[in-house]
């Protein structure tokens, strides 16, 4: 199993560059906000919950653990307020699709290789 030292947040470069804080990226990942400030719907996508970067994400990120997040979105999902975000199996189809959906965020390790995508930079 590989050690992972980062994670960063990856949007695609259709997503307006304004100042999103940490917490606002939080709220996204939580699915407890939905559009970005150009009132597009915004597409989260994630690894599966015992995926290591997305352990590591969401310690390192989210300062949570991926069971509390999974329980978040659960509700969302059960109570009819929101749906889960988008599964991917890996990074490399995490890239393909933060890269070629707009609106779209989510993570990639530290040193990947990033194209049609902006890395997250808190404001």
């Not at 990942?29 to 996508?45: D, Y």
């Given at each position: 199993?590989?050690?992972?030292?980062?994670?960063?947040?990856?949007?695609?470069?259709?997503?307006?560059?304004?100042?999103?804080?940490?917490?606002?990226?939080?709220?996204?990942?939580?699915?407890?906000?939905?559009?970005w400030?150009?009132?597009?719907?915004?597409k989260?996508f994630?690894?599966?919950?015992?995926?290591?970067?997305?352990?590591?994400?969401?310690?390192?990120?989210?300062?949570?653990f991926?069971?509390?997040?999974?329980?978040?979105?659960?509700?969302?999902?059960?109570?009819?307020?929101?749906?889960?975000?988008?599964?991917?199996?890996?990074?490399?189809?995490?890239?393909?699709?933060?890269?070629?959906?707009?609106?779209?965020?989510g993570?990639?390790?530290?040193?990947?290789?990033?194209k049609?995508?902006r890395?997250?930079?808190e404001?």
């Amino acid at each position: 199993m590989p050690v992972i030292h980062a994670v960063d947040i990856v949007v695609n470069q259709s997503v307006p560059s304004s100042g999103y804080s940490i917490s606002t990226m939080r709220a996204i990942f939580a699915k407890q906000l939905s559009f970005w400030s150009n009132e597009e719907r915004i597409k989260v996508f994630v690894l599966a919950d015992d995926h290591p970067l997305h352990r590591q994400f969401t310690k390192q990120n989210l300062n949570m653990f991926p069971h509390q997040l999974r329980r978040v979105w659960d509700r969302k999902v059960f109570s009819g307020t929101g749906h889960a975000p988008y599964v991917v199996k890996n990074e490399e189809e995490m890239l393909e699709k933060v890269s070629n959906t707009p609106n779209a965020v989510g993570y990639l390790s530290n040193g990947f290789g990033y194209k049609k995508i902006r890395i997250f930079d808190e404001q």
